[in-house]
């Protein structure tokens, strides 16, 4: 087989599409954070970690070569963040229950949460079944600007979720159904 070294084969670029997907996701659920002032509960945080799991899996494939371990990151991430989100649609499903925060479409977030993990693992589950193991884990050349500058935006989502998280529940537990910054109001 002829070996490839052009970094845009269509494993990659699904890689990279992942990525993209879970910064969209994050700068989204930060948008209505800041914008709309819906301050995350406890859950909706724990679906944000789960969310960087999986992104961090998507960026060491594009960094660091194709593995197993990788997709193994994307998945536990993607499993994490459908349980929560299967969790707290469980708590809002009664008649009558308005649920947590904005609609989005008519999802309520953590619905968008399931809907899209269940996405990202049947990508993963597609990539790694029709995948030639020979061709997959070659080694990548990284020099796409436009990687570059979706690993940038992951991270400094990262970071901005962090601080937000600090501010919101301070040095203590995070309040179920959050309305100021604990830390800030201080």
């Given at each position: 087989?002829?070996?490839?070294?052009?970094?845009?084969?269509?494993?990659?670029?699904?890689?990279?599409?992942?990525l993209?997907?879970?910064?969209?996701?994050?700068?989204?659920?930060?948008?209505?954070?800041?914008?709309?002032?819906?301050?995350?509960?406890?859950?909706?945080?724990?679906?944000?970690?789960?969310?960087?799991?999986?992104?961090?899996g998507?960026?060491?494939?594009?960094?660091?070569?194709?593995?197993?371990?990788?997709?193994?990151?994307?998945?536990?991430?993607?499993?994490?963040?459908?349980?929560?989100?299967?969790?707290?649609?469980?708590?809002?499903?009664?008649?009558?229950?308005?649920?947590?925060?904005?609609?989005?479409?008519?999802?309520?977030f953590?619905?968008?949460?399931?809907?899209?993990?269940?996405?990202?693992?049947?990508?993963?589950?597609?990539?790694?079944?029709?995948?030639d193991?020979?061709?997959?884990?070659?080694?990548?050349?990284?020099?796409?600007?436009?990687?570059?500058?979706?690993?940038?935006?992951?991270?400094t989502?990262?970071?901005?979720?962090?601080?937000?998280?600090?501010?919101?529940?301070?040095?203590?537990?995070?309040?179920?159904?959050?309305?100021?910054?604990?830390?800030?109001?201080?």
């Amino acid at each position: 087989m002829k070996e490839n070294n052009n970094p845009m084969t269509i494993i990659y670029l699904v890689n990279m599409v992942g990525l993209l997907g879970i910064c969209v996701s994050l700068a989204v659920a930060f948008y209505y954070q800041l914008v709309w002032h819906e301050l995350p509960c406890p859950l909706c945080l724990l679906q944000r970690i789960g969310f960087i799991i999986a992104g961090f899996g998507f960026l060491f494939n594009l960094c660091f070569c194709l593995r197993l371990t990788h997709y193994g990151m994307v998945i536990i991430g993607s499993v994490l963040t459908g349980i929560i989100a299967s969790r707290q649609m469980f708590l809002h499903i009664m008649p009558g229950d308005t649920g947590y925060g904005s609609a989005f479409l008519g999802l309520h977030f953590y619905t968008w949460s399931l809907i899209m993990s269940v996405l990202v693992i049947t990508a993963v589950a597609v990539i790694l079944a029709i995948s030639d193991l020979n061709v997959m884990f070659r080694q990548l050349n990284i020099n796409s600007v436009l990687f570059r500058i979706i690993g940038l935006v992951f991270i400094t989502l990262i970071a901005a979720n962090f601080v937000s998280t600090i501010l919101e529940c301070g040095g203590g537990q995070c309040s179920d159904n959050p309305v100021i910054y604990n830390l800030l109001s201080k």
